[in-house]
């Protein structure tokens, strides 16, 4: 009897991942072709790497937001159109003001995305100052160094309500 076995392929989907830093991932979606697993210790051997999606909704950007308490706004709405992420909401400096921030998403070495703001509409300097110093404590918005996969993170988009970061996954080689 033999302790390992052929795969035609494998899917995976999970979906309401929520990570250490509070982000929910929406959808988390692994596919690969052809590869044989070895059972005890478990492992697999691919072909060619496979696909690595993650969707992540504007309400979950938006529920993410809330709870780190970005720059003490409150009030937000989130929309993700047109590759850019949309922000608004309001922020306390001595009075109440509506922030609107328009946001771009960058991967950096395949494991790492972040936020960086593209444009502020905000009176005054200082709440500026207060909302880019917000963003720097909670960018990488993802960070996979450490995922149970190996992940190369390629591409990011920001359409139909949702983030969408997608690259190709490999499974670790044994050690």
């Known amino acids: 009897m033999t302790d390992s076995v052929q795969l035609g392929s494998l899917d995976a989907l999970v979906q309401s991942l ?4 509070g982000l929910v991932l929406d959808e988390v979606r692994i596919e690969i072709g052809a ?25 979950s950007v938006k529920s993410f937001l809330e709870l780190q308490g970005v720059g003490g706004m409150k009030d937000v709405s989130v ?3 047109g590759g850019r992420i949309s922000v608004q909401g309001t922020v306390r400096v001595l009075v109440e003001i509506r922030v609107t ?8 070495d395949g494991k790492k995305l972040f936020v960086e703001i593209q444009d502020l509409s905000v009176p005054g300097g200082m709440a500026r ?6 963003l720097e404590k909670v960018n990488p918005i993802l960070d ?3 995922a149970p ?7 990011s988009d920001a359409s139909d309500g949702y983030v969408i970061v997608s690259g190709s996954a490999s499974w ?3 050690r």
């Open 101 to 108: 921030a328009t946001c771009v998403l960058r991967i950096e």
């Open 172 to 174: 670790p080689q044994r």
């Open 144 to 146: 996979l160094t450490t």
């Open 79 to 81: 929309t993700a159109e």
């Open 18 to 21: 929520t990570l250490p830093n």
């Open 149 to 155: 996969i190996d992940v190369d993170l390629k591409t």
């Open 129 to 134: 100052n207060l909302v880019e110093s917000q």
């Open 35 to 59: 590869a044989s697993a070895t059972l005890n210790p478990f492992a697999l051997d691919l072909d060619r790497p496979g696909t690595f999606e993650v969707r992540v909704s504007a309400d």
